[in-house]
């Protein structure tokens, strides 16, 4: 078997559910992004270094 190149991970959203995120204004996505960034701050060191492997994909 063949492996792939391709890393990290990949997940599917329908057309609604995307639809629905393009109609939240602007404003409320990037406060999102955010405090998403804020709380992988607050993360152990370990933790950061599981999601990045978990995103490379190894």
Do not use: H, T
């Not at 204004?25 to 990037?30: A, G, V």
Request: proline share 2%; hydrophobic share 30%.
């Amino acid at each position: 078997m063949r492996k792939s190149k391709v890393k990290g991970f990949d997940y599917c959203l329908s057309k609604d559910a995307i639809e629905r995120y393009r109609e939240k204004p602007i404003e409320l996505r990037l406060k999102w992004l955010y405090m998403g960034n804020l709380l992988r701050k607050g993360y152990s060191k370990d933790v950061i270094e599981i999601q990045d492997k978990f995103r490379e994909g190894k």
